[in-house]
Every structure is written in structure tokens, then in C-alpha cells.
């Protein structure tokens, strides 16, 4: 999150996230305290997206300091896998459909499971060192949002990050597939076991004319014209069922209507599945 970054009272390494705890566990603690050296004086943290969806990692992060305050993100699955899918097409490695993209990259379906991962966080943690934020709300509520975060981990609520009302990662399609296929590999090796490395990365990526030029080179960032609902020929019937059964569930953890997460009535033989769920949840917001 942009809004950690530019807090003056938080540190999180230029690179965003470290993997330590999913790729990287055998380098060992001093290399995975190595990203946060000369951060005493400010709340430190790390931003990562694999971490959720691996009970291992969050065990492991559950070991290393059982009071760690953990920041969960989920957005609309649905629309989650599709921005996975275009992602993959930003950088040249996309498959001609989803499912195919899914069965190349299993996380783009899996990392929307979110109330069984969720339930995995719930178990390892106390309730009051968990904060869930929904995706949409940092469109809608910006400023709420960033409040939130900063009073949760105990950083200066009254600031006001300058990125809240900034696009920061636009969806967009390679001017180049094979030039963004590229950069792509060279940039994610970025992130292997090389500390030094992953750090220099990170703080050139910090670096806004760089940052914005490189963009323009590389990609064509007109939006996308399909919307998620507009694609749901695309999600096979069983990731459709465990996305609803999800999100029923989701509800119920977190006492919020995501009436606006649920697959459009009719879009498969579970339609009636769907309807049942949306008449007996009754959640307020």
C-alpha cells in the first residue's frame, strides 16, 4: 500500500514484498531483517500478497512474533482473478483464457478463497491484531481508509499520504509483448535471494519520472473496456459455487454485505444456489 510508504512514521522496504516467508524462509532471519536495518525508530512492515493464501507462511509469521498486526485486502474475486488474468497480459504472459491462465497460475484462482484463508489468519491470531479492508473502500473512503490503517498500527492518523487520490498500478496492454515479457523476468529475479539487489530495484520503482516513463515505453494504458460481469463466461462452474460459498462466508466473518461481490443470477445451472444465499444473508454494512 502507497499510503504505508509515505507515512514519515512507517518503514516498509522500497521493494514491497520480501517472500520471505513463502520463497525465501531458508536465508534465514538475519537476511529477512536485513530489508528493515536503520528502521528502529519507525513501525516497520512489509507488503506481500502471497502471504494470505499460504497457512505456512502466516504460520511462520505467527512464530516469529506472535504479536505481528496483520493488514488483509480482499477485493471482489471475481474481479481479482480478472486483474490477475490482465496483469499476466501487461507482461506478456498470458494464456488465451482464464482457466488456462489458472491452470498455468493456480493463484489466480486460489488467492480468492478468502474466508478459508481468513479463517487460517483467525487462528493463529487474536482478533484485535487483524484489520480487513475491502478493496472498493479505498476508492470510495480513501482518507477513512488510510485513517484506519494508521490508528491500527500505531502511526500518526492526522497525515495525509499524497498518493490517495493517484492511480497507482494501471491496468494496460505491452506495446511490446516480448520487450514487457523482458523486463518482466528481469524485474521479478529482482526479488530472488539478493538483498542488495531487490532493494535497488525497489528505490528505482520509487522514483516517479522513472517510474511513469518506463510505463509509457512499455505499455498502452487506455482501460480495459470489459468489466468483470461481462466476463463470467470465463470462470468455470465450480470456481463460480466455491466463490459464492466464500463469500457467504466472508459475510458472516465479517458482518458486511457483499451483496455486490455475488455472480450476476443466471450465469450457470447454480443460479438458484446464488439467489438462496443472497435471500437469507441480511447483513448491513
Known amino acids: 500500500m502507497e499510503i504505508l510508504w509515505e507515512h514519515r512514521g512507517v518503514f516498509v522496504p522500497p521493494n514491497k514484498g520480501t517472500y520471505f516467508f513463502t520463497k525465501h524462509y531458508g536465508m534465514g532471519l538475519p537476511w529477512y531483517e536485513g530489508f528493515f536495518s536503520g528502521s528502529a525508530s519507525r513501525i516497520t512492515g512489509e507488503v506481500c500478497e502471497g502471504y494470505l493464501a499460504s497457512p505456512e507462511a502466516l504460520a511462520r509469521i505467527r512464530e516469529y512474533r506472535p504479536d505481528m498486526r496483520i493488514i488483509c485486502c480482499l477485493r471482489n474475486p471475481y474481479e481479482r482473478a480478472i486483474s490477475s ?17 489458472a491452470e498455468r497460475n493456480p493463484d489466480v484462482f486460489e488467492f480468492g478463497y478468502y474466508a478459508t484463508q481468513l ?152 443460479a438458484t444456489y446464488s439467489l438462496s444465499q443472497r435471500r437469507t444473508v441480511g447483513l448491513g454494512d
Not at 488474468?85 to 491462465?101: I, K, M
Open 119 to 270: 479463517q487460517v489468519v483467525l487462528s493463529l491470531f487474536p482478533r484485535d491484531q487483524i484489520l480487513v479492508i475491502l478493496f472498493e473502500e479505498l476508492t470510495t473512503a480513501p482518507e477513512k481508509v488510510a485513517q484506519r490503517v494508521y490508528e491500527f498500527i500505531g502511526a500518526d492518523p492526522q497525515f495525509v499520504p499524497q498518493c490517495l487520490r493517484q492511480r497507482v498500478n494501471p491496468s494496460g496492454r505491452p506495446r511490446s509483448r516480448r520487450l514487457a515479457h523482458i523486463v518482466h523476468v528481469l524485474h521479478m529475479r529482482a526479488w530472488g535471494s539478493s538483498r542488495l539487489t531487490a532493494k535497488v530495484v525497489g528505490s528505482v520503482k520509487r522514483i516517479g519520472l522513472i517510474r511513469r516513463a518506463i510505463r509509457k515505453l512499455l505499455y498502452d494504458e487506455r482501460p480495459h473496456s470489459g468489466k468483470w460481469p461481462d466476463l463470467m463466461a470465463e470462470f468455470p462452474q465450480e470456481v463460480i459455487k466455491r466463490y459464492e460459498q466464500e463469500i457467504s462466508s466472508l459475510e458472516q466473518m465479517l458482518q458486511r454485505n457483499l451483496s455486490s461481490w455475488r455472480a450476476p443470477i443466471g450465469v450457470d445451472d447454480d
Open 85 to 101: 488474468w490482465r496483469f499476466f497480459a501487461r507482461n506478456g504472459e498470458d494464456q488465451p483464457t482464464l482457466v488456462a491462465q
